[in-house]
């Protein structure tokens, strides 16, 4: 058995199978260049498992949708931290183009990352370094580079099978707007893009935030949910949703893939009722109507700050983005690979299951917000290892954080978990030749891109092999999900299964190892036979399983280990259909 020790890491088997390239156009050539890849693997699925495997697919599932991005896998990037060209110490497109084949290089194999998506955080120009209050949404800010060079890099990204989401803050705009400067001197043509009151309101924000901020012209007050310098648009105004919808097919129109929504559930106010509000999922759907009539073709997904299943279940009926962020399922990962128990996973997955059957969600260990993984972790290896194969073999479309792969540090306030990436610790090679914009972590002279790079046990190279499956099993990237019951509170073992596809999950977050006793899917999920078992992560020294009325066992009666915080990621594929009787769990 290989398990993630924490001093070797897991062990990897060397290769692994080419990464598969997306199969539905980004353009018209990149679909022609890609589909014999995608014949090739729909005729090997279909000669698996046969007729053989009954399985209970959730209604409605992604399996039966064919958009780019259910196969997809994303990396989300501050273009400030990712790679500066020009020695100014800021990251730029440039220097973002650069490194384009560290991310996925448009070849099977080798040593890219294999990201099939990037997601830019604001790219606009803004007074602040975020980039979360914007001044112009037709433009790039000055920092990063030009139109040109925005156009560049979709065309580079597109070459790599790569497609490019933009972060479009249209909850608020920047104080320095002139849209918001002509509506503080009460412009007629802009005063209702925001919402104004002659007196101060007497109620604030939901938990008693400071809302409303003083007029720099006159007496009057504004509404600015998240502060002065970000005064809220007036959504419910139909010039300022004609202008979001110009903005959103000038940025479709130059290629890029879609948008992510920040702030979503936030976009209307209904007087003291500022948030989840009717109105919003009524604009919600009628933005996402607009796209499908116009670019169908584009992907949306929003930010409902620490949202779970119950607080998303009115965003999916009716449809309005084509996914949310899932907080909770987040939170459940890092509480199981830090030791806290796997029945949080099973729990919020489920609920997660009945509220979107058709997995409409992302899920992420942490992002811009938040502590990185390695603090939240308390900088164990074994433990990021886990929570990164959950991430990427659990439903949903995985978003990983830049550094994330490498295990860098990061904790509050807000820059130092945005610092520059820690390519290497030559400046030459690194992310900038002169004085980075913010001080690298205090682990950026050994956690580094060229220290794990060719290293089977790093933690980069474990997420490649992950992204590489992610990105070539449809069972793993969108195929339903069945979770085994009754196991041990450390253990989580699942099923993913797309057609004839069946992919078999097995983590172990507890600090001892584990005897596998007889797995319980439930009756109708596996027909019973005997099962060929390909060990596609880590290592099981048995060649079949044998599977009656959906309860799995290894080896015949074989007594399998699983060494403590390890992992199993298995195909399973039918041998034959006599199976022999499995012992009760409870047997000797």
Same mark, same amino acid.
């Given at each position: 058995?290989?398990?993630?020790?924490?001093?070797?890491?897991?062990?990897?088997?060397?290769?692994?199978?080419? !990464?598969?390239?997306?199969?539905?156009?980004?353009?018209?050539?990149?679909?022609?260049? /890609?589909?014999?890849?995608? &014949?090739? !693997?729909?005729?090997? +699925?279909?000669?698996?498992?046969?007729?053989? #495997?009954?399985?209970?697919?959730?209604?409605?599932?992604?399996?039966?949708?064919?958009?780019?991005?259910?196969?997809?896998?994303?990396?989300? =990037?501050?273009?400030?931290?990712?790679?500066?060209?020009?020695?100014?110490? =800021?990251?730029?497109l440039a220097g973002l183009i650069s490194r384009l084949d560290y991310l996925n290089d448009g070849e099977p194999g080798g040593s890219d990352l294999g990201v099939t998506c990037i997601w830019l955080m604001p790219v606009f120009p803004s007074p602040s370094y975020h980039g979360y209050d914007v001044t112009d949404y037709y433009d790039v800010d000055p920092d990063y580079g030009t139109l040109e060079e925005m156009d560049a890099l979709i065309a580079a990204a597109a070459d790599r099978g790569v497609r490019v989401l933009l972060d479009v803050p249209i909850n608020h705009t920047s104080n320095e707007h002139p849209w918001f400067l002509a509506a503080a001197d009460r412009d007629p043509s802009f005063r209702d893009w925001y919402s104004w009151s002659d007196d101060k309101p007497a109620w604030g924000g939901p938990s008693g935030e400071r809302v409303w901020h003083q007029s720099p012209a006159d007496e009057s007050w504004y509404y600015g949910f998240f502060g002065e310098h970000m005064p809220d648009l007036n959504l419910a105004n139909p010039d300022v949703t004609a202008e979001i919808e110009r903005i959103s097919a000038f940025w479709l129109d !130059?290629?890029?893939?879609?948008?992510?929504?920040?702030a979503a559930k936030h976009l209307i106010e209904e007087e003291q009722n500022q948030e989840n509000t009717p109105s919003t999922h009524a604009w919600l759907e009628q933005y996402r109507q607009f796209l499908d009539e116009s670019y169908p073709?584009?992907?949306?997904?929003?930010? =409902?700050?620490?949202?779970?299943?119950? $607080? *998303?279940?009115?965003?999916?009926?009716?449809?309005?983005? /084509?996914?949310?962020?899932?907080?909770?399922?987040?939170?459940? =990962? *890092?509480?199981?690979?830090?030791?806290?128990?796997?029945?949080?996973?099973?729990? #919020? &997955?489920?609920?997660?299951?009945?509220?979107?059957?058709?997995?409409?969600?992302?899920?992420?260990?942490?992002? /811009?917000?938040?502590?990185? +993984?390695? @603090?939240e972790l308390d900088g164990d290896l074994a433990e990021a290892k886990l929570a990164a194969i959950a991430l990427l073999t659990l439903p949903g479309l995985p978003f990983i954080y830049y550094g994330e792969e490498i295990g860098m540090w990061g904790s509050?306030?807000?820059?130092?978990?945005?610092?520059?990436m820690q390519w290497s610790r030559d400046p030459a090679t690194g992310f900038t030749a002169g004085t980075p914009w913010q001080p690298f972590q205090a682990d950026a002279g050994w956690v580094t891109v060229e220290n794990q790079s060719g290293d089977p046990y790093s933690l980069l190279s474990l997420y490649q092999r992950?992204?590489?499956?992610?990105?070539?099993?449809?069972?793993?990237?969108?195929?339903?999900?069945?979770?085994?019951?009754?196991?041990?509170?450390?253990? *989580?073992?699942?099923?993913? $299964?797309?057609?004839?596809?069946?992919?078999? $999950?097995?983590?172990?977050?507890?600090r001892d190892a584990v005897e596998l006793e007889p797995l319980t899917f439930g009756t109708d999920d596996l027909a019973s036979g005997t099962y060929g078992v390909d060990t596609l992560l880590g290592g099981l020294p048995?060649?079949? &399983?044998? @599977?009656?009325?959906?309860?799995?066992?290894?080896?015949?009666?074989?007594?399998?280990? *699983?060494?403590?915080?390890?992992?199993? +990621?298995?195909?399973?594929s039918v041998l034959g259909l006599d199976a022999s009787p499995v012992a009760s769990p409870s047997a000797p």
């Open positions: 058995m290989f398990g993630l020790d924490r001093s070797t890491g897991l062990s990897l088997p060397p290769g692994g199978g080419g !990464r598969a390239l997306q199969s539905v156009a980004m353009t018209h050539a990149l679909h022609h260049r /890609h589909a014999n890849t995608h &014949v090739a !693997r729909l005729l090997i +699925v279909a000669c698996l498992l046969l007729a053989t #495997v009954g399985v209970i697919a959730q209604p409605g599932s992604a399996e039966s949708q064919e958009q780019w991005w259910d196969d997809a896998v994303c990396y989300e =990037i501050f273009v400030r931290s990712f790679q500066d060209s020009d020695g100014d110490g =800021i990251g730029d !130059r290629g890029v893939a879609g948008f992510r929504i920040d073709d584009a992907f949306l997904i929003g930010e =409902i700050f620490g949202a779970g299943a119950f $607080v *998303l279940a009115p965003y999916y009926d009716p449809e309005q983005l /084509h996914a949310y962020f899932q907080f909770d399922i987040a939170y459940q =990962i *890092l509480t199981a690979a830090g030791g806290g128990g796997a029945g949080g996973i099973r729990s #919020v &997955v489920r609920d997660a299951l009945e509220g979107s059957p058709g997995q409409e969600w992302g899920t992420f260990l942490t992002n /811009h917000d938040q502590n990185r +993984v390695m @603090v509050k306030p807000d820059e130092q978990i945005r610092s520059p992950l992204i590489d499956l992610h990105t070539s099993r449809p069972s793993i990237a969108h195929g339903s999900f069945v979770a085994a019951t009754g196991t041990t509170s450390n253990l *989580l073992a699942y099923l993913r $299964v797309a057609g004839d596809e069946v992919t078999l $999950v097995i983590l172990n977050f507890g048995v060649a079949d &399983v044998n @599977v009656v009325d959906g309860v799995i066992q290894f080896g015949a009666g074989s007594r399998v280990t *699983l060494a403590a915080q390890s992992a199993l +990621v298995l195909d399973v």
